[in-house]
């Protein structure tokens, strides 16, 4: 069982940066590939980006350039560091974990944390 614990959210002012942090639980979490997704209001969860056990990234098109995903194994915390923000990156920001690789497909993720908001202002 892997428990996962997002922090980092707010809000900020278009073109700022925020670093969000996946914190997991559990001694398997170095062996998982871990996910980010987001939901905006009135649409679907979208994927933005992932990691997989060997530190290989994968990103959303829209994302690329301004956000990095990155891994530290012993603190078993995934982090999203978010720059250049827009307003369209407004929504809640889920981390996922998986054994497999990364999928951008949500139905396929084992693991969810229960979000965090981040609000981009114009």
């Known amino acids: 069982q892997v428990q996962l614990v997002e922090s980092g959210g707010g809000l900020v002012q278009a073109g700022g940066s925020l670093r969000l942090s996946c914190e997991a639980s559990g001694r398997t979490f170095s062996s998982r590939a871990v996910g980010w997704f987001r939901q905006a209001p009135g649409k679907e969860r979208e994927f933005v980006g992932g990691?997989?056990?060997?530190?290989?990234?994968t990103y959303l098109d829209s994302v690329k350039g301004r956000f990095t995903i990155s891994r530290d194994n012993a603190k078993n915390t995934v982090y999203l560091q978010m720059n250049s923000l827009k307003p369209e990156d407004t929504a809640v920001y889920y981390c996922a974990a998986r054994a497999e690789w990364v999928t951008p497909d949500s139905r396929h993720w084992s693991y969810w944390g229960k979000g965090t908001l981040v609000t981009v202002s114009s």
């Open positions: 990691i997989s056990r060997t530190g290989g990234t």
